[in-house]
């Protein structure tokens, strides 16, 4: 999360809602952000979501899957914002969707599952 540098905006069990300041070095060769940066930022925040449950054991990603609706610029602010769609014993399953509110549009959306272990 140091080099994504995320400003909070509200954190709740199970939840964050954090915002992102588009760097250049966050864009690809077009001037756009990376796939790979918003990815990273789906990642990082659902696993900073499962952390913050304060489980008592360890959880790793075991899958992302992302689908990627439109761009956003440098110098653009994202948010994104986590939920969790259904915690198990073994494994939680939880969505993250980011967007570019100047334009009120959804940017991507991510669906990963933290497996417990131990």
Known sequence: MNW?????????????????????????????????????????????????????????TINNNIDYFATANEDDIITAKTSIVKQGRTIINLQCEVFLPSKNRLIAKGYSNMLNVG
């Open 4 to 60: 994504l540098k995320p400003t909070l905006i509200n954190a709740e069990r199970g939840t964050l809602h954090c915002s992102y300041l588009v760097r250049k070095e966050m864009t690809n060769p077009y001037g756009i952000l990376h796939g790979g940066i918003t990815a990273g930022i789906i990642d990082d925040l659902i696993g900073a979501t499962v952390f913050i449950l304060g489980l008592n054991t360890r959880y790793t």
